[in-house]
């Protein structure tokens, strides 16, 4: 048996959250429902111009990474932070959830800040993302441990993190060393206008070393460049094994072995869309590591998702496990 059964790859950051109206918006130069990359002296004007905020650790694969963790998988995450007070809070969050966090730190004097993402929630529900990477943009392959790599069943990686000058080379190292002992590859792809900037590197690995892919409506249509929602999706099962598509309050598209089903949403008060997508992922990995059918594994992906948008921040605050049982998903 392998030490973990998903590794995480990706953004290391502390998640600002704070509540306002759309007009709030408009005034502060926010596009609304998308995350937008920013400075740290934007950073630092914008935090100014919030009202009361919660700082939670964060981070795209994080939080898919904590949620494995809070549901009992044995997991690890790789992403850099520096040696300053929100490295220490995201460091502390997530060994607290129960995964393993040994990155190296950024240390005290090295350029740049642990990362941060002002997170704008309206009051539909809807996140507006504004994202300083700081030094957890500077993941490189000295970040990477081949041997944690190697032992495990799966590595996930994390599309935000194509934005940095030697993540894809760290990237690359972790999946040679993860596919060399026989390891899976899971691929999120974050954003659509992520997929904008990476579109040829994404295809190129989508094509020849991902086992599964993550995405949602508007990424699957970004990825293939077409508005035929059902083409793209028939396209991404030609070129992947699995796929898992969310598609808000439609729930999932799972597609395995070039079969289409899917994975009904559950109805909730929607009060912070932020880490829908990345606890679905949570849930979807730890059903299959843990021998779930695919439709099976979907389903649970809905319920977590559901779970996250009923309330503020991105981790778990119900019992998973409970909710799946209750849905008589285990």
């Not at 429902?33 to 994080?62: H, N």
């Not at 007070?85 to 959830?97: E, N, S, T, V, W």
Request: charged share 25%; hydrophobic share 40%.
């Amino acid at each position: 048996m392998k030490k973990y059964q998903v590794v995480g790859i990706g953004n290391a950051m502390v998640d600002v959250l704070t509540r306002a109206e759309d007009g709030f918006l408009a005034e502060a130069g926010i596009e609304k429902g998308i995350m937008q990359l920013i400075d740290m002296e934007r950073a630092v004007a914008l935090y100014g111009q919030i009202g009361p905020a919660r700082e939670i650790s964060g981070g795209s694969a994080a939080n898919t990474i904590a949620g494995i963790a809070q549901l009992g998988g044995r997991t690890a995450y790789v992403g850099k932070v520096k040696d300053d007070q929100l490295g220490a809070i995201f460091a502390h969050d997530l060994r607290a959830q129960g995964a393993d966090y040994v990155t190296g730190l950024a240390p005290k004097d090295a350029d740049g800040e642990t990362g941060r993402c002002i997170v704008v929630v309206t009051p539909d529900g809807e996140r507006s993302m504004n994202t300083y990477l700081g030094v957890t943009e500077f993941l490189e392959p000295s970040d990477i441990d081949p041997n944690m790599m190697a032992d495990a069943e799966w590595i996930y990686l994390e599309g935000y993190r194509f934005d940095g000058p030697d993540s894809h080379a760290a990237f690359a190292k972790a999946i040679n060393a993860c596919k060399g002992r026989g390891g899976k590859v899971a691929l999120t792809l974050s954003d659509p206008f992520c997929v904008e900037r990476h579109r040829d590197a994404f295809r190129m690995m989508i094509r020849e070393d991902v086992d599964l892919l993550f995405c949602n409506r508007a990424e699957m249509l970004s990825m293939y460049q077409t508005d035929d929602f059902d083409a793209a999706l028939k396209q991404a099962g030609e070129e992947v094994e699995l796929v898992a598509c969310t598609d808000s309050e439609h729930g999932a598209h799972i597609i395995s072995g070039r079969v289409r089903r899917h994975a009904p949403a559950v109805a909730t008060q929607i009060v912070d869309a932020t880490g829908a997508g990345d606890l679905f992922a949570g849930a979807f990995l730890w059903g299959l590591v843990n021998g779930y059918d695919a439709e099976t594994c979907g389903r649970m992906g809905c319920v977590a998702a559901s779970e996250i948008i009923s309330h503020i921040g991105a981790r778990p605050e119900a019992d998973l496990k409970a909710l799946f049982a209750k849905h008589q998903l285990i």
